[in-house]
């Protein structure tokens, strides 16, 4: 028998949530829900800075459409299980995945990294780890409310903390 631990099934459930969130908010007239893929569906290959193959793993992969502009986001919904030290990795991959070029290449465009997290502390805590990035990399990165999420990926919730 298959077993998981509580935290992976409450992140589980919260991205799910998350969908949800996202088709109420198509329902609502707000956005156009373009695609949205989780794992691992969304998951990115790539060659990291030494030529070692690399795996991007982020909770989903989201497009909007919102009028004429389309959005693309990457996704990561934090519950505040993972240490500030673990979520500062997790966005130097994102940096490597962005200069590998693959991305850009593939859709004219790098999505959006768009942190979820579950209250304002976290969101401030989170955002404290993007402003210690390199400067270039830091516009790529959101972070906002989980309860918020399809406003921050529209655009219409700028997710202040960063």
């Known amino acids: 028998m298959w077993e998981t631990k509580p935290y992976f099934q409450d992140h589980m459930l919260a991205v799910a949530e998350f969908y949800v969130q996202l088709v109420e908010h198509e329902r609502e007239g707000c956005a156009d829900l373009l695609q949205f893929d989780g794992e691992p ?3 990115r290959r790539h060659h990291g800075p030494g030529g070692e193959m690399s795996i991007l ?3 989903a992969y989201v497009r909007l459409g919102i009028g004429d502009i389309e959005r693309s ?3 990561e919904v934090d519950l505040a299980t993972e240490s ?3 979520i500062r990795r997790k966005c130097q991959c994102f940096i490597a995945y962005w200069r590998s070029g ?3 290449r593939h859709r004219s465009v790098f999505p959006k990294v768009v942190w979820l997290v ?3 502390r976290r969101q401030e805590n989170v955002a404290s780890v993007v402003l210690t990035l390199p400067t270039g990399s830091q ?4 972070v906002g ?11 219409q919730d700028s997710g202040e903390a960063t």
């Not at 516009?139 to 959101?142: A, I, N, S, T």
């Not at 989980?146 to 655009?155: I, R, Y």
């Open 73 to 75: 986001a990457f996704v």
């Open 102 to 104: 693959i991305e850009q």
């Open 41 to 43: 569906a969304c998951w």
């Open 118 to 120: 579950p209250d304002e």
């Open 145 to 155: 409310l989980l309860k918020l999420g399809p406003k921050v990926l529209s655009g």
């Open 84 to 86: 500030l030290p673990t």
């Open 139 to 142: 516009v790529l990165f959101d």
């Open 57 to 59: 793993k982020p909770d």
